[in-house]
């Protein structure tokens, strides 16, 4: 499979196992789990033709790890907009998380905090540069620290999803330190 091939697989994955499994005619589980033939199937019969082998080349190879198989079925690790529940332990962050986010969402981060949006959760990066390149898709990035150890002291809850991406129900303002 061609780089490009591989990219166009990658993001009609994440489409459908975060967003719109009907665009491949399946149902995910409770958690998010879909079989991997029944998967290749609904694509299939929607004109996104993968192989199994290609599809495991993708989970592989994929920069943020965004997807996991256990056995016969796969999931995306994070990014979810359906309604699922990864049922991950919660975990406790390091004392610091970073949000990648762009200069024309920080006057309502400020009034309301990080809000998961379409998304189940915020997503936070455990580093920096993770959180720059996050906050890149859309534009010069802006990196806002993230007091999770004042968070996890005021009892609010954090999962680490299998790539390593924190996640977490909202951050009030007060645990957000913007830059200068
Ligand atoms: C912003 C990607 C206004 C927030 C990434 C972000 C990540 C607010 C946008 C994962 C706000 C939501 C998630 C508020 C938050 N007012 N804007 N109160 N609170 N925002 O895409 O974190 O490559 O849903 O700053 O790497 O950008 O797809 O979240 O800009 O891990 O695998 O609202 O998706 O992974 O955008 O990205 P998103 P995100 P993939």
Known sequence: MSRRQAIHASKFLSLVLRHRPDAAGVTLDAEGWVGIDELLAGCAARGVAITRAELLEVVRDSDKQRFAIDGERIRANQGHSVEIDLALPPSV???????????RFLASIVREGLLPGARRHVHLSPDVETARRVGMRRGEPVVLTVDAGAMTAAGLIFYR??????LTDRVPPQFLTFPE
């Not at 962050?93 to 200069?103: D, M």
């Open 161 to 166: 999803s299998e790539n390593g991406v924190w």
């Open 93 to 103: 962050p390091p004392a610091r998380l970073f949000h990648g986010t762009v200069a």
